[in-house]
């Protein structure tokens, strides 16, 4: 099939006045993109003009799609979402670039759902100025378990070097060790596992589990979470078929290189997983999110409207989010060989 080949990658813009725009028009300035993907973005051809003349970037051609679906293998096509009248001003939250971008990420959700595109990409948008009660979410990634019907998900950071899934995502730390249950660890593991083997082709995962506590616990003299509910989590993990280790100190864990030993490691909080992964993998990680009927995957940073504008901003992460959401594409794709 040519969709194997060449999958047909949606590209949200994200907020137009972050550095969403800019790092999408620069990771598909890269000459190899066109021969990877045809790529798919959701914006408007307006905001592409307007970024690619502050970056000063003569060589990025694109065409606007005028019929859902008849997409050119040649160039970007760029999808307009929204009324062109928005003002775009690089730096600066605003409540209407909020709205554009919600009104981005569903139409690219809605022709992902039609199969007009193969996966999607979302570029950072704003949670504040995105709020609403059209968007009553902490960030995409329960906005899209929700969209395409998913029971749960997996926040999975990835990179070459370390993949790490988190149990609980966007909420305070004082309700975090009420919210890791043994039933929720479980389910955890199970979308990764799965996802380790139909998404990245790996046949038999090795998974390392993070400790709660300090020192995980020490066994039961720092908290009980770890003896009571992560440990219970593991065996039951293990009694299914897994391979599945731990609880791990997590300090320990990675300042020792520990890591390196295992497929992917399962965080029981957002901070544990994504300081680790943005200090070994940043530039490169991604944020996929595993456990869905579809592919998405994003960038590992957000809106940094300190730098819009400015022609400061690294492409790198968004460019590793295009070429991971073709090669997580075409391994569900192609029969699973194990490595």
Same mark, same amino acid.
């Given at each position: ?29 890269? *000459? ?9 973005? $959701? ?18 051609? $694109? @065409? ?9 293998? %040649? ?35 809605? &022709?992902?759902?039609?199969? @007009? ?9 704003? %949670? ?59 389910? %955890?593991?199970?979308?990764? &596992?799965?996802?380790?083997? %139909? ?19 020490? *066994? ?41 030993? $295992? ?34 995957? @994003? ?5 940094? $409207? ?24 075409? @391994?569900? *794709? ?6």
């Amino acid at each position: 099939m040519t969709q194997a080949i060449k999958p047909r990658i949606g590209i949200t813009l994200g907020d137009v006045n972050g550095i969403g725009p800019e790092v999408v028009i620069k990771a598909l300035a890269d *000459n190899r993109v066109l021969n990877m993907i045809t790529p798919v973005v $959701y914006g408007s051809t307006k905001a592409i003009s307007f970024y690619k003349k502050q970056l000063n970037i003569e060589d990025l051609h $694109y @065409s606007q799609v005028r019929t859902k679906g008849q997409l050119s293998p %040649k160039t970007i096509n760029v999808v307009n979402c929204w009324e062109e009248s928005l003002e775009i001003v690089p730096g600066k939250a605003s409540t209407q670039s909020g709205k554009a971008a919600l009104i981005a990420l569903k139409q690219a959700c809605e &022709e992902l759902k039609e199969g @007009s595109i193969d996966a999607l990409v979302t570029a950072p948008i704003d %949670k504040n100025t995105i709020h609403s009660e059209e968007f009553p979410f902490a960030g995409h990634t329960e906005f899209l378990t929700q969209t395409f019907g998913a029971t749960d998900s997996l926040m999975f950071m990835v990179s070459e070097a370390l993949k790490i899934g988190l149990v609980t995502e966007h909420i305070p730390i004082k309700d975090v060790a009420s919210a890791v249950t043994r039933e929720k660890i479980e389910a %955890k593991l199970a979308i990764m &596992e799965r996802s380790l083997r %139909k998404d990245f082709a790996i046949g038999k995962p090795r998974i390392a589990v993070l400790g709660l506590n300090p020192h995980a616990g020490d *066994n039961g003299l720092i908290g009980e979470e770890d003896e009571t509910v992560i440990k219970p989590a593991i065996a039951e993990s293990r009694n299914k078929g897994r391979l599945t280790y731990g609880p791990f100190p997590a300090d320990g864990f990675f300042a020792s290189g520990n890591y390196t030993k $295992y497929d992917a490691i399962l965080a029981m909080y957002h901070d544990q997983g994504l300081l680790p992964f943005k200090t070994i993998a940043f530039e490169e990680g991604i944020n996929f999110t595993a456990g869905l009927s579809v592919v998405r995957t @994003s960038p590992d940073h957000g809106t940094a $409207y300190s730098l819009a504008g400015k022609n400061q901003a690294s492409e790198l992460s968004m460019r590793a989010a295009i070429f991971s959401a073709a090669d997580i594409f075409k @391994s569900r *794709n192609e029969p699973l060989t194990e490595k």
